[in-house]
Nanobody
Framework: VQLQASGGGLVQPGGSPRLSCAVS????????IAWFRQAPGKEREGVSC????????WYDSSVKGRFTISRDDAKNTVWLQMNSLKPEDTATYYC?????????????????WGKGTLVTVSS
């Protein structure tokens, strides 16, 4: 299973970039997929995840209402739409996948990881 995250870059506060995670070797309509982020000097934290088989989506309280996770089954891609970005959203964003229907919402819960994409929120 391979995951490739993209879409990061320099964004102004209030911006609305969309990150994508292209998945191969697994299908996004079966695997649980998550987005994590790691800010400089901080631990990696979960941002959002969905479980297709369980039919539920989760967001961290810091992004709830601003970020939206979605998937495109035809493209086998997962998106993270980020709105109203704040400087504290600056981090490297990673997508991750796991075959379990309800993995733990932390680093230990996801087996497959892609390389991150850096999002810098600054004016």
């Amino acid at each position: 299973v391979q995951l490739q995250a993209s879409g990061g870059g320099l964004v102004q506060p209030g911006g609305s970039p969309r990150l994508s995670c292209a998945v191969s070797g697994a299908t996004v309509d079966y695997y649980s997929i998550a987005w994590f982020r790691q800010a400089p000097g901080k631990e990696r934290e979960g941002v959002s995840c969905f479980s297709s088989r369980e039919g539920h989506t989760w967001y961290d309280s810091s992004v709830k209402g601003r970020f939206t996770i979605s998937r495109d089954d035809a493209k086998n891609t997962v998106w993270l739409q980020m709105n109203s970005l704040k400087p504290e959203d600056t981090a490297t964003y990673y997508c991750a996948a796991d075959e379990r229907a309800s993995p733990q919402r932390n680093e230990n819960g996801f087996y497959y990881w892609g390389k991150g994409t850096l999002v810098t929120v600054s004016s």
